[in-house]
């Protein structure tokens, strides 16, 4: 499984919380992966616009707020597309089978409806939720 889409969430909280600079090699270490996967990743948010780079200067800044940052936008921005999409059919099935002529509009079916569902909720969650909800944990901690 792909995991574009929780470290974007990792680094854009620490983007929008941490010391700056915020660089590729802070969010690795705490993402725990290397700063090359990150650039990746920040590279498909700041060419979204969701965050920025200056040139000369280290380190990103988010500009868009985190109240106004739905999870469905940094979706995209990762994903590229306009759809959520979660689930994927196997490609071959057998038409001479009746399970496996009808599976793939049945599942395509069921999964559309499953991913509408999601995005609905990726639309109303946003960063600052996800910040809220680790604050929440944080202060358990202690």
């Known amino acids: 499984m792909d995991t574009r889409f929780s470290t974007a969430?990792?680094?854009?909280?620490?983007?929008s919380q941490g010391e700056p600079p915020m660089t590729s090699e802070a969010i690795a270490n705490s993402v725990g992966t290397n700063p090359s996967y990150i650039r990746k990743v920040t590279g498909l948010l700041k060419?979204?616009?969701i965050i920025h780079s200056h040139p000369g200067i280290r380190g990103f800044s988010l500009v868009i707020p985190p109240e106004k940052l739905s999870l469905y936008q940094i979706y995209q921005a990762i994903n590229?597309?306009?759809e959520v999409h979660v689930f994927d059919l196997h490609r071959n099935p057998n038409d001479a089978c009746i399970v496996g002529r009808h599976i793939r509009p049945v599942l395509t079916e069921c999964f559309r409806e499953i991913e509408r569902k999601a995005e609905e909720q990726l639309r109303q969650l946003t960063l600052a939720d996800c910040m809220d909800k680790m604050r929440k944990r944080i202060g358990e901690e202690t």
């Not at 969430?9 to 983007?15: D, E, G, K, N, T």
């Open 80 to 82: 590229e597309t306009e």
């Open 9 to 15: 969430i990792h680094a854009l909280m620490m983007i």
């Open 47 to 49: 060419k979204s616009g």
